[in-house]
């Protein structure tokens, strides 16, 4: 985004929106990681502790999730760095 044409005081406040966004986005995703881990691999509830079993799958799921949100996160990028390429080109 291109904040030049805007004053300080809406720079500070466009800043400060995004990185709310970024936090909001950042704790669904959490979320959603910490929901989808539990629901698929903590199926024991008479102990407070977790199992290996568990564990590992929680390790497992997570290691998963990460990767795959990295590899999503590349693919955006090239696809973006793409779209702005051919924008310049036009």
């Known amino acids: 985004m291109d904040f030049s044409q805007m004053s300080s005081a809406e720079q500070a406040h ?3 929106v995004i990185e709310r966004k ?12 910490v929901e989808r ?3 698929s691999c903590c199926n024991d ?17 997570t290691d998963k999730f ?12 090239e696809h973006n760095a793409e779209m702005m390429g051919g924008a310049g080109s036009k």
């Open 14 to 16: 466009m800043t400060r």
């Open 22 to 33: 970024q936090m909001q986005d950042f704790m669904r995703m959490y979320s959603g990681l």
């Open 66 to 77: 990460l990767k795959h949100s990295e590899r999503v996160g590349a693919r955006f990028a």
């Open 45 to 61: 509830f008479t102990s407070k502790a977790l199992s290996s079993k568990e564990e590992q799958c929680v390790l497992n799921c």
């Open 37 to 39: 881990c539990f629901n």
